[in-house]
């Protein structure tokens, strides 16, 4: 322990950042563009949608198929009560439920209005803004066919749409974009101080010469490792709390579920982005090398394959296999998932089972790297 306290110590006075420009400026762009060229769209479809058909008439499977039939949308599944709903709207299966009311058929063939309820998960408040939309306009549409299908004297005696559509937005009511953001930043935060910051720590060691002393020393390996990344997971849990606390006291997101269950999945994500940073110091000559790696090989790319700006659904089927490499887009569902819909651990266990698989098998491979020798 005395040993390890002193490797702290030394690690925590040599906490500098020295910029510099770096020999992989050209490869790096040209991956970057390629990548991120296909991710980077706004485009919102293929939307998950969740039926709940109660009725389970002809005229119910003809709504069904319209949604089905567009290119916006994508029908995931089909239930009966509303009740199923829920649990494909927290797991994030579905981002919008139409509901489909019992006599539904009856009240379309005698021409009157009947209404069915549209459930939208408001997580991400931009992409389900157009999403809605996109329903909005496919069911008026499909009303209006209804109204010129039917009978002359029922279309004289109809005031009013066949189809009254009731839109509910559960987990962020008021589409306030800051609150899918913001949990969102979190995550970046954490990525971005401890992955920059564990990337230059054995590296530093061999930049300056200082590795070869650390190497005649007892100490073992094991213990450099962890000395030099302590102080940084410090760093991240103390990041953890400032801005849990602004997210919460300042631009008042709602922290719907539990804050401990939060705060021990964000050390676990640290760990993850502890591992990287280690590894990428391992494979790194110089502090400018392994900040350049760092920036545009790993950091860069996940920021914008994790979901954090553009929805995972929207890129290239060839892209998305990729992002399941990505620990932040874990991290992502969980600390949104925590923050809006309040879900706990019974559902936000594969996501932390991901995690702690990545961060072993990267942290392992850290490890085996980091010799005990120079060179």
Do not use: H
């Not at 992989?24 to 970057?32: E, F, G, M, R, T």
């Not at 579905?94 to 006599?103: H, Q, R, T, Y």
């Not at 509910?168 to 401890?194: C, D, H, K, Q």
């Amino acid at each position: 322990m005395q040993r390890l306290r002193c490797l702290v110590r030394k690690e925590l006075q040599e906490l500098r950042m020295n910029p510099r420009l770096f020999r992989l400026v050209i490869i790096a762009p040209v991956i970057q563009l390629t990548m991120l060229g296909y991710a980077a769209t706004t485009d919102v479809r293929d939307v998950p949608l969740v039926v709940a058909d109660g009725d389970r008439s002809q005229a119910s499977r003809e709504l069904i198929a319209r949604f089905d039939a567009s290119p916006n949308f994508t029908v995931v599944g089909t239930v009966t009560t509303v009740s199923e709903i829920a649990p494909m709207l927290e797991r994030g299966t579905a981002s919008l439920a139409l509901s489909i009311p019992v006599g539904y058929g009856d009240q379309i063939r005698a021409a009157r209005p009947v209404k069915v309820q549209i459930v939208a998960d408001g997580t991400d408040s931009n992409s389900t803004n157009v999403a809605l939309g996109y329903a909005s306009s496919l069911i008026g549409g499909y009303a209006q066919e209804l109204v010129e299908a039917s009978e002359p004297a029922q279309r004289q005696a109809s005031t009013a749409s066949p189809i009254d559509a009731r839109i509910r937005v559960w987990f962020n009511p008021e589409l306030e974009s800051r609150y899918f953001m913001i949990p969102g930043v979190l995550a970046l935060i954490l990525l971005i101080i401890t992955a920059n910051l564990a990337a230059m720590a054995i590296v530093r060691e061999k930049e300056l010469g200082t590795l070869e002393q650390l190497n005649v020393t007892p100490l073992r390996r094991w213990e450099l490792i962890v000395g030099k990344l302590l102080p940084y997971g410090v760093i991240a849990l103390i990041d953890v709390l400032l801005v849990v606390a602004v997210a919460v006291l300042w631009f008042e997101v709602p922290l719907r579920g539990s804050f401990f269950l939060l705060f021990a999945l964000s050390v676990l994500y640290a760990l993850c982005t502890l591992a990287l940073g280690l590894f990428i110091s391992t494979i790194s000559d110089t502090q400018q090398q392994a900040m350049m790696t760092a920036t545009f090989f790993f950091l860069t790319p996940m920021i914008y394959l994790s979901g954090f700006i553009f929805p995972i659904e929207n890129m290239p089927a060839v892209i998305q296999p990729l992002t399941y490499l990505i620990p932040l887009r874990y991290f992502l569902v969980i600390v949104r998932g925590i923050f809006l819909k309040g879900i706990g651990l019974e559902l936000l266990w594969p996501q932390a089972t991901a995690m702690a698989a990545w961060g072993t098998v990267v942290l392992t491979l850290a490890v085996v790297r980091s010799r005990k020798r120079v060179g």
